[in-house]
């Protein structure tokens, strides 16, 4: 089960554990994950589930696909090139660790 560490604006940090197979956004959800509000319930059609990944871990989750990237432009925080909308981000064991950033616009 892969633990994945949301870190706030301020520094605060959340570890959650999950199933893999489980999406990012629905860990965070279920976990009570400040900033994470998930509106959509994971359509990529809201953008308040806008999260930046640690650039540690870029690699490991890939890029956004098309409709994530246009939906990225709609965000309430900066955009920035590590951003995601977590209901994208399917868990594996391969991102045990994970370290994402929730955006100050969000919390």
């Given at each position: 089960m892969p633990t994945v560490i949301f870190q706030s604006p301020d520094g605060t940090e959340r570890k959650v554990t999950a199933e893999s197979g489980t999406v990012l956004m629905q860990a965070a959800v279920a976990n009570g994950v400040a900033g994470i509000v998930a509106e959509c319930g994971g359509n990529a059609s809201c953008a308040t589930c806008h999260v930046y990944?640690?650039?540690?871990?870029?690699d490991l989750v890939g890029p956004p696909n098309d409709v994530e990237d246009e939906m990225l432009d709609f965000?309430?925080?900066?955009?920035?090139?590590?951003s995601r909308l977590s209901c994208q981000i399917q868990l594996s064991d391969a991102l045990d660790g994970l370290v994402v950033h929730v955006p100050e616009g969000q919390v």
């Open positions: 990944v640690d650039p540690r871990h870029t965000t309430a925080a900066e955009r920035r090139p590590t």
